[in-house]
């Protein structure tokens, strides 16, 4: 408990930010569509890079940015004839390698930055696809690999916000077994 004290002590605002990151979060995977999902992790992803900023995690700062505009560009698809192209995953999937290279050469972030961009890799398909059931699953395990990056970030909030985001996850892939 020590440890939860000296973080808080040591971060104040950037825990608080990070609070509000976690709202956003969790509400999203109870989106119906894969575009609320993806509004609400856009939302999401712009307090959780202020968030991963403050704590000094680069690499997770960086990928949350991308998410931020990868879900506002998402959220626009089927609406909008260029937010529809098929090249947006790989796009931001090539932006996010090239910002855990350069957080891994230019910040040291170490081999936890494969942990962020993995599941930002994975989640430029698992939002993308119009198969809601699909993106939870790959949610769940974009969850779990931001769960460990977020421990070893030092982010109470982060930590907490995908233990919380995996309960959602599974409550809304079992509503999905409900329903035809």
Not at 76 to 99: D, H, I, K, N, T
Not at 118 to 125: D, F, K
Not at 127 to 147: E, G, K, N, Q, Y
Request: charged share 15%.
């Amino acid at each position: 408990m020590n440890g939860l004290v000296r973080l808080v002590a040591e971060h104040p605002v950037a825990q608080g930010v990070g609070l509000a990151a976690l709202v956003m979060t969790v509400l999203s995977y109870q989106a119906r569509t894969t575009r609320g999902i993806a509004l609400r992790q856009a939302a999401g992803c712009f307090f959780w890079a202020v968030h991963m900023f403050l704590l000094g995690a680069w690499a997770g700062g960086l990928m949350n940015l991308l998410g931020f505009v990868r879900g506002s560009v998402y959220s626009r698809r089927g609406e909008r004839a260029w937010a529809s192209r098929p090249f947006w995953p790989w796009l931001f999937g090539v932006l996010c390698v090239g910002a855990a290279a350069w957080a891994g050469l230019a910040q040291d972030e170490g081999p936890r930055l494969l942990l962020t961009a993995s599941a930002q890799c994975l989640g430029c398909y698992a939002l993308w696809t119009f198969r809601v059931r699909l993106a939870r699953w790959l949610l769940v395990a974009v969850s779990l690999l931001w769960l460990a990056y977020d421990a070893l970030s030092g982010s109470i909030p982060g930590t907490a916000c995908e233990i919380l985001g995996q309960v959602s996850l599974y409550i809304a892939i079992a509503r999905d077994r409900r329903t035809p």
